[in-house]
């Protein structure tokens, strides 16, 4: 059968290299290495050890996943006619992606895969640096890295940082979450006579001249609060902590019922921040908002119904189901299409048909807005006119019969009230006709009257009087200075 051996160099000098790993590389004829830059190498040499390594196809390829594949592949290659022995730094099973993907594909070449023994990095590194990892700590591939894996309050590991240009992406990866200034470490060739550990702040990372194959990054956990800020487990922590016993009377008194006032009203400001333009305020604003969505999960998580957790699950399946054109295989050329398969796979999720189409729409929603949903919904059926004209003429006809109505006594005042609403739905059809969102458009004729008046204000101010001192053709005349100045 087709062998492969996987071999150890271990961590340092050839004194740590384990009998049987050094037993089997001085006796074999020919061995391959990933990379010939360990300490161990040239030691072995002295011995007689003979090798071909890899290190010619790291200049071959611009993505290390492309140069792991040809290691896998030629190696492969070798043992359909010999035993192949094969060596790499550290124990084969950390940080060896060449190895996963011979474990991976071998089997299927009808390969046997042995894992020999060596001494791993991460040991030698513990010890160098004296960090216990019973504290919690994470390895992490620089090649790869993203910020959203890192877990700051641990002990982070980075390795593979080969070359200046993985040293710089890593260093722009860890400024995400971590202060320019944060002192971190760079350890080269750990537990050898080569060692060298370098602490420097984390802007001066790419800067150094001396990391090779042998360098990895240790980034000690942080303890400052202020950074811990950044991340969500302190965030969720900062809410439970509001609701325990001894947090804040206010928060523990809340209930989903006494929240609701305030989650409308924060996503309202975020609405405001994004017509504003005001990146600072969204900033803020949507942190309040994530405020109602924490206590509302920590109220659940406090009654043992749900957690913060159940609610990122579903929403994460819920998008993984509902984009299959980007999770799947199902194709979409244009929002269209998203937005028709949205709707199909919405309607197989809810299973049973509701009682009205309608029933969808929420009754908490400002009226404008529901007005607005609830025409969308029935016009997806065909109930809706097919140009704008005949709408426009529903918009006169309610206009007509809500004068009507405005001559009569108490009684029509009533009816009068009823035929507004009418109007104010007709013209609500108009815009969904035209694309005009109602609600957006009252709200921009809203900021502009504030806007005008507050203009009025200003003058009336500057003219020593009082409004009551002005008639309405003398404020009207303010207002149409306002409109001219684009007010």
């Not at 019973?134 to 890192?150: P, R, V």
């Not at 971190?184 to 001066?204: C, D, M, N, W």
Request: include cysteine; aromatic fraction near 10%.
């Amino acid at each position: 059968m087709k062998k492969i051996e996987i071999l150890g160099l271990g961590a340092g000098d050839l004194e740590q290299l384990p009998l049987g790993v050094y037993k089997k590389l001085i006796q074999s004829e020919h061995v391959y290495l990933r990379t010939k830059e360990h300490p161990v190498v040239t030691e072995l040499v002295k011995e007689g050890f003979t090798y071909t390594s890899f290190d010619s196809i790291y200049e071959k390829h611009d993505q290390f996943e492309e140069v792991y594949q040809e290691i896998t592949a030629t190696l492969l290659n070798l043992a359909k006619t010999n035993t192949v022995i094969y060596a790499v730094p550290g124990h084969p099973l950390v940080a060896e992606r060449a190895v996963q993907l011979l474990l991976e594909q071998g089997p299927k070449e009808g390969a046997e895969i042995i894992i020999g023994g060596g001494q791993s990095f991460i040991d030698a590194l513990f010890q160098s640096l004296k960090i216990d990892p019973i504290d919690g700590f994470q390895l992490l591939d620089g090649t790869a890295l993203s910020s959203n894996q890192l877990q700051v309050e641990q002990h982070m590991i980075i390795s593979q940082v080969y070359d200046q240009f993985v040293a710089s992406n890593v260093k722009l990866t860890l400024m995400e979450r971590l202060p320019d200034e944060y002192e971190v470490f760079i350890v080269t060739a750990a537990g050898s006579r080569q060692e060298k550990i370098e602490k420097l702040p984390l802007y001066e990372l790419d800067r150094n001249v001396g990391i090779n194959n042998l360098t990895s990054v240790y980034v000690p956990p942080v303890q400052d609060e202020e950074i811990l800020f950044k991340t969500f487990a302190k965030f969720r922590g900062i809410i439970a902590e509001l609701r325990g016993p001894n947090g804040c009377p206010w928060d523990k008194e809340q209930t989903h019922e006494s929240l609701k006032k305030y989650l409308i009203e924060e996503s309202y400001e975020v609405i405001e921040a994004i017509d504003e333009g005001d990146l600072d305020h969204l900033i803020e604003e949507l942190g309040d908002v994530l405020l109602q969505v924490l206590l509302h999960a920590q109220i659940g998580e406090d009654e043992g119904y749900f957690s913060i957790d159940d609610v990122i699950e579903g929403i994460s399946a819920k998008m993984v189901r509902r984009h299959p054109h980007v999770f799947g295989s199902v194709k979409a050329e244009n929002s269209q299409e998203v937005l028709q398969n949205w709707q199909e796979i919405k309607k197989q999720e809810k299973g049973e048909q509701p009682e009205s189409l309608l029933s969808g729409v929420s009754k908490s929603v400002p009226n404008l807005i529901r007005a607005y949903e609830l025409q969308k919904k029935a016009a997806k059926v065909g109930f809706d006119w097919q140009e704008i004209t005949p709408a426009l003429e529903k918009v006169k006809e309610e206009l007509q019969e809500f004068e009507n109505e405005l001559n009569g006594g108490e009684e029509q005042l009533e009816l009068a009230k009823k035929e507004f609403g009418d109007l104010l739905f007709a013209f609500v059809n108009v815009a969904r006709f035209l694309d005009i969102h109602p609600e957006e458009a009252l709200f921009e004729t809203n900021e502009k009257f504030i806007r005008r008046f507050q203009y009025i204000e200003e003058k009336v101010k500057e003219s020593g009087k009082t409004f009551e001192e002005y008639n309405l053709d003398e404020l009207d005349r303010f207002w149409d200075e306002a409109k001219a100045k684009g007010l």
